[in-house]
């Protein structure tokens, strides 16, 4: 039985990005290929649609949330709650690789805004976090390891 890979579907070439845009990058599809089942991961686009409003991490009363950049909506607990359904359905996995700098995928990369939408650190994703916390012995990675 093939090994598992979790994957950021924006990097497998899915149309999955909140402009309606992929990040598709051969190198990660080539790399893991024949070793790994790849398993495509996107919190956004099944509960917002694609394309769709843009997302911030934003610091907020010392806790971060995940707001819509326009709108101004609180969609942190949906997103944890597919996030959760996605790692239920998803118990193991043996390599992970999430897009970099996104609100929900990026790890140690993403923008962390403040209410006036100023960056003031580089962190992680919603997604990230969470993933990072369940499966504490893989070292997650990005797109850039892999170009
Ligand atoms: S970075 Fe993550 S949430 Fe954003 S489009 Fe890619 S897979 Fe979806």
């Not at 099944?46 to 995940?66: A, C, D, Y």
């Not at 950049?69 to 359905?89: H, Y």
Request: proline letters at 5%; a negative charge.
């Amino acid at each position: 039985m093939k090994k598992k890979a979790l994957v950021s579907a924006c990097i497998l070439g899915e149309y999955c990005r909140y402009d309606g845009k992929t990040k598709k990058i051969n190198a990660v599809i080539e790399a893991l290929g024949d070793e790994y089942e790849i398993i495509p991961f996107c919190p956004e686009a099944p509960l917002f649609g694609t394309p769709r409003e843009r997302i911030n991490v934003v610091e907020k009363e010392g806790k971060l949330r995940i707001i819509t950049d326009e709108t101004n909506v609180d969609v942190t607990l949906r997103l944890e709650e597919e996030i959760e359904r996605f790692l239920e359905k998803n118990p193991a996995f043996d390599r992970i690789v999430l897009k970099s700098k996104s609100p929900s995928c990026g790890y140690k990369t993403t923008p962390i805004l403040n209410e006036s939408k100023e960056q003031i650190s580089l962190g992680n994703g919603i997604a990230s976090t969470m993933i990072a916390k369940k499966f504490q012995e893989i070292v997650l990675e990005s797109e850039l390891d892999f170009i």
